[in-house]
């Protein structure tokens, strides 16, 4: 039995908590949290101060952090990574490369094993994006999102004067995507990729013109797309928008052949009801993977890209050879 | 440079060809042929008879096995495992476990490394069939082939009294592929999950009703399905179906959640051109990240399921992170 304990309790942490409930040889062992361990109630797991953590070592395989890549993470998991098995979804791309010299340094002095910025993106859509460069190098790569709710343009909408509050949907352009299916690698801009929807709760008497003008032109949110603005109440709102949807894909459409004469698309596809709860299960696996690749010595830092795939799975290699192969 | 040796010339051999032509870091070195060497002409590579593979030894890093799965590969690869790091795509699913008992055996013999059944189904199919399972363990697996031609159809329809010449084409029904996109779960037979259509060549005054029924009747191959039959002339066969065209998809639809309200679709999804060449894209891979799992002392046989994935990459794991997480 894999001992995962919990750092922070938002949506992954539960969803991890839903995934070890799928899973025989996962269980939750813990629960830190900032806020007092009494108002938190969990599936079942005993909840501590994240002061405390360190004396709950030994009762912990891995642990999994939960905190958001803005702030949490950079501090968190290099600071835990000396003392535990770590994994986390960290997903400030640019910074990928700073959050993993830490974590490795932290990690190797502990002799414990980290892996990094897992999920579907980074994580999945990273480890399709690599073998599609791998298998097809005369190519070339695309990624859409959606259709699906981006945290951040939701927060962006919010913070406008006299929007009380509002969930943005980032959506495929579904022309470009099958120009790329069909293999015409085209060159698109953000414009030509992605259309952007917001679904906004205005204060009463708010000028509806100006938040929308204010939205359709905020720069490096909406200013290169084409955005639809619906203005509902927050009884629609609660109603229709409530979930987490997300997904995507990634396709890598290249050539091959003694004079390029035969192409080739791969395709990765995501549609996911829950954001959360599928980065979850993705989180699990990897604790699982951290745990082995600890056993057999394997230190440091690690990501998608170093786990051989068949220590995420429960299963023996002789049963993945005789179900899988 | 990687050091790549061909053993057999046939499509595969010829599509490794290519795909070294695409990756700096891999290089024919040698193709063995049990043809006479003087009829075979390679792209460079000089060609030795397969009886003096183990005379060059010392020039080869990898040895690509590129027979047929019937009978070459069964014999061959566990021979030539024991001196040679080895890759094949050994297909018959259900003689994996044995095939992979008797390549480990020769390669541990010989502190040899050998990675079998690459390429996409087994192979990529594979792994992400594996990884569906992993992520979303309460869930249904769902694998479409086609639009492609099927070898082994083909050679079966060849095999009638009165036809000359033969193409099938497995077809996924579309709207199965759409219910299952859609996360309906269904259950479904071969017969709602593909078609197959096939154009023949008959021979002059041959009894084309007769052999329509011969195809659509024939039993594990078409009896399950429903067939269409074309009869073609050679011209248009020659000038319509020459190509090796192929692909399909593989669709992990799950559930989360408490009580499994949310649904997830995970969706793999190949179309080619050349299915020899994009399957050699996959051996090339392999190739390297043998020689690198050799290096490092992990002998005997691997699938991809052991292989990390960065091992198949030419980059670095700090230019993986930088620009493919």
């Not at 939960?66 to 702030?71: D, L, Q, V």
């Not at 015409?184 to 929807?197: D, I, M, N, S, V």
């Not at 204060?203 to 929308?212: K, L, M, S, Y």
Request: charge should be negative; hydrophobic fraction near 35%.
């Amino acid at each position: 039995m894999i001992r995962i304990g919990l750092y922070g309790y938002g949506n992954i942490a539960r969803g991890v908590e839903c995934a070890a409930a799928q899973n025989a040889d996962l269980t939750i062992a813990a629960v830190f949290t900032r806020r007092d361990p009494a108002t938190v109630t969990t599936q079942g797991a005993p909840v501590y101060r994240v002061d405390d953590v360190l004396a709950h070592r030994d009762e912990i395989d891995v642990l999994v952090m939960c905190g958001g890549s803005a702030t949490d993470l950079p501090q968190q998991t290099p600071q835990m990574a000396e003392y535990f098995n770590v994994v986390d979804t960290f997903d400030t791309h640019k910074r990928i490369p700073e959050h993993f010299a830490n974590v490795d340094t932290a990690a190797k002095r502990g002799g414990k094993t980290a892996v990094i910025s897992v999920g579907w993106d980074p994580g999945l859509f990273s480890l399709n994006r690599m073998l599609g460069n791998c298998f097809l190098p005369d190519g070339a790569d695309y990624t859409f999102w959606g259709r699906g709710v981006s945290q951040g343009h939701s927060d962006a909408v919010r913070r406008i004067d006299g929007v009380l509050d509002a969930r943005q949907y980032t959506v495929p352009v579904e022309s470009a995507l099958q120009a790329v299916r069909r293999g015409e690698q085209p060159e698109l801009t953000a414009r030509q990729k992605h259309t952007r929807e917001c679904y906004v709760v205005a204060a009463e008497g708010a000028d509806r013109a100006r938040i929308e003008r204010e939205i359709v032109t905020m720069k490096n949110y909406f200013d290169e797309y084409d955005t639809t603005v619906h203005f509902i109440t927050q009884e629609e709102l609660d109603r229709d928008h409530k979930g987490i949807p997300h997904g995507g894909t990634v396709i890598r459409s290249g050539r091959t052949g003694r004079d390029g004469e035969n192409r080739h698309e791969m395709e990765f596809r995501l549609r996911l009801d829950s954001n959360p709860e599928f980065t979850a299960c993705v989180v699990a696996c990897c604790a699982r993977a951290v745990c082995r690749m600890n056993a057999e010595g394997q230190t440091g830092c690690k990501t998608i890209f170093d786990i051989p795939p068949a220590y995420l799975s429960p299963l023996s290699g002789e049963e993945l050879r005789a179900k899988m192969l």
